[in-house]
């Protein structure tokens, strides 16, 4: 096989073009002049077909343009130094140094692993600073070929002595588990992969994790960590060199993230995973990691304890609104669920004419039977999403120590009852709910923490998590909750609910925008968490009449959940022509997506193109969230999306709602794509006569 790179293929100090496109098609004409390519028009194709779905441009000035292709024969190198730099998608700017890389289409993996190798060298500045100096192409050549080959160079006496090949973890997790966590974990595992470094990614997501081997971690020289929310378990990493981010940096700078623990694994003073304070294996701070900042920790905190959350709401909600579609509204009468659960059984069904239950399915007692056991096991789900809320963020902040205090303040949180004089007669305050276990839950964890970093004796570390955290975090915390902060949290939801209660008109309308533009700026990220948060507390308080205020807010933030992943979608069949190959693959995706309200669908868009693809969702978003208002639509279901239609009120509204923002949010994309974007046609005959 002829040497992957030679004089004849290397350009220096060349202007190539103007943008990525002309560079690829020059490279490839060069290739092609070195007599390497037996179709130059095909191997510029498949170049630009691979360009598309995502930017080939890496941090520190560096582009490697690669593809498998017809258009050659063997695999082969072209490397041009540019004057002036060309835009290849990196963050940090445009790029100087460009390789192209094309390996046969029926060949091996060869071409991956020169990329591997090649992009192992190129986070050595070394290696850079000595293509940026190299006077000669013949010098290039050498440089390059001594990295990519299997043999050492021809000009050296021995052979090197093999180099140490790092192992680095990873950890991924968001706040719902569902998108954000796999993606995250992709990005990594393919910049590990052009790096040449061995990694192991952890996913906390939802579908369950698959702890990593202790020897795995023991074995590694750094730990990555791209979360939203506390890491499970983290005392298992103590002690190593830590990466640590949110979630969605791995999307475009996963060469740098692992660029940084290769350089962290070799530095003794770089930052590490805080070790265990707790005793008996638990570990206090999940934080995340050394120099995170106080906003970026109390985002990761709340979201800690949002996510776990969710499925206590899901689960209760759903359960709750399929009560309702067999038992009718009339089974949550306390009277009703009841005296079904407790007298009647399969063998012994209620009569619901004699119960008042005026809307069970076909009149069945079955069905009310059925219904009021959904109303039982719903309500008890949706009881336990408070204390889940609290103690998931207590743990978030002490770990494993933190979840028992915290949940108790959970429970307090439901229970508290400020008493008011009014007269002759005291009147009960609602219970702090999420915003007191929100409070209770940070007190809990800090205060946990705080005593988990006592000196203790030896013999006493083992009763720490176990006994002497929860026990005196629970007595400290549960006294400030009851005696300082009860009552004006209890006021405080007091007016949130009569605030609530009161609202009709143009205020409704306002909120629905509100909440709109919160669902869609994130896609699943805080503000998204906490507009859901909100709608979702008030579904387990709201009555059982379709217009509470409650469940027309919830109705108004599920439905601007579902318009950025299918407005998106009804982008890309429009005009495919202005998003890549892989944005149409996501396109289809999106449907499904947005119609079951995950909202984070709209994500590969939005890291693409974020500055015309937010504000194009968040018009369609908020345009449904006031039209849903509007219209009085309601849904007594937090989550499902479509499939929850048997828990709305004014389906009509719903699809109107809907079907506005998704078309006006499709045609902002349209737009705002269109202004600026090169013309499909003229790109498509340039390829054609390439």
Not at 257 to 278: F, H, K, T, W
Not at 363 to 375: K, T
Not at 583 to 591: L, P
Request: a negative charge; one cysteine or more; aromatic letters at 6%.
């Amino acid at each position: 096989m002829q040497d992957l790179i030679t004089a004849d293929l290397v350009r220096l100090d060349a202007d190539l073009g103007a943008d990525r496109h002309d560079v690829i098609r020059a490279l490839a004409g060069v290739v092609g002049d070195a007599g390497r390519a037996t179709d130059v028009a095909q191997l510029v194709e498949d170049a630009f077909a691979r360009e598309a779905t995502s930017g080939t441009g890496l941090p520190g000035g560096i582009a490697i343009p690669h593809c498998r292709t017809a258009g050659v024969a063997e695999p082969v190198l072209g490397f041009a130094r540019l004057s002036p730099t060309v835009d290849f998608g990196a963050k940090d700017g445009p790029a100087d140094l460009v390789f192209l890389i094309a390996a046969p289409a029926g060949g091996d993996n060869t071409h991956l692993q020169l990329l591997t190798k090649l992009a192992r060298a190129l986070v050595k500045p070394a290696f850079t600073d000595a293509l940026r100096a190299a006077t000669t192409p013949d010098e290039v050549a050498v440089l390059v070929n001594d990295v990519v080959s299997a043999a050492p160079a021809a000009k050296h006496a021995a052979p090197a002595a093999p180099e140490k090949k790092h192992s680095l973890v990873a950890v991924t997790a968001c706040p719902t588990g569902i998108a954000h966590t796999y993606m995250a974990a992709e990005a990594l595992e393919a910049a590990a992969s052009r790096a040449g470094v061995d990694l192991q990614v952890e996913t906390q997501g939802s579908a369950g994790a698959k702890p990593l081997a202790p020897g795995t971690i023991a074995a590694a020289d750094a730990v990555i960590f791209a979360v939203d929310v506390g890491v499970r378990d983290r005392h298992r990493f103590a002690g190593k060199p830590l990466v640590s981010s949110g979630v969605k940096r791995p999307f475009d700078q996963a060469d740098q993230m692992i660029a940084e623990a290769l350089r962290y694994a070799d530095d003794p003073n770089a930052p590490r995973v805080e070790g265990s304070g707790a005793g008996a294996g638990d570990s206090v701070g999940t934080g995340g990691g050394a120099g995170e900042s106080w906003g970026g920790r109390t985002r990761r905190v709340l979201m800690t304890g949002v996510s776990y959350m969710i499925p206590f709401v899901a689960a209760g909600g759903l359960l709750i609104a399929l009560s309702f579609l067999l038992g009718g509204y009339e089974i949550a009468n306390d009277n009703n669920y009841g005296e079904i659960a407790v007298n009647n059984s399969l063998f012994d069904l209620p009569s619901p004419s004699a119960l008042g239950l005026d809307h069970a399915l076909f009149g069945s007692g079955l069905a009310a039977y059925i219904g009021a056991l959904f109303f039982v096991i719903g309500k008890t789900a949706f009881m336990l999403f408070i204390p889940a809320l609290a103690g998931y963020i207590a743990y978030a902040i002490a770990d494993r120590p933190g979840i028992a205090p915290g949940f108790v303040m959970g429970g307090l949180a439901g229970n508290i009852f400020a008493v008011q004089s009014a007269g002759d007669s005291p009147v009960a305050m609602p219970a702090t709910g999420f915003i007191g276990a929100i409070i209770g839950g940070v007190l809990a964890g800090v205060v946990a923490h705080w005593i988990g970093g006592w000196k203790v004796p030896t013999w006493a570390r083992g009763l720490m998590p176990v006994m002497v955290i929860p026990l005196f975090t629970s007595v400290i915390v549960g006294l400030l909750m009851i005696i300082v902060f009860g009552k004006p949290i209890a006021w405080l939801m007091d007016q949130l609910t009569q605030g609530l209660n009161s609202l009709n008109g143009g205020s409704a309308i306002v909120l629905g925008v509100i909440l709109g533009l919160m669902m869609a700026f994130d896609m699943g990220g805080p503000l998204n968490k906490v507009a859901y948060s909100f709608a979702a507390a008030g579904v387990g308080t709201a009555g059982a009449a379709s217009d509470s205020p409650e469940l027309k807010i919830m109705a108004a933030v599920m439905l601007a959940g579902m318009v950025p992943p299918i407005a998106l979608a009804l982008a890309t069949v429009l005009r495919p022509r202005l998003f890549s190959s892989a944005e149409d693959e996501n396109g289809k995706a999106g449907w499904a997506l947005g119609l079951s309200f995950i909202t984070e669908g709209a994500i590969p868009f939005a890291a693409a193109d974020p500055l015309r693809v937010i504000p194009a969702i968040m018009l369609g978003s908020a345009v449904t969230g006031g039209l849903s208002m509007a219209l009085d639509v309601a849904v007594r279901a937090p989550h499902g999306g479509i499939f929850v239609l048997f828990a709305v009120h004014n389906i009509l509204g719903y699809f109107i709602a809907l079907v506005a923002g998704t078309v006006v949010g499709a045609m902002a994309v349209i737009v705002l794509k269109s202004i600026g974007t090169e013309d499909p046609e003229t790109a498509d005959r340039e390829l054609v006569t390439a």
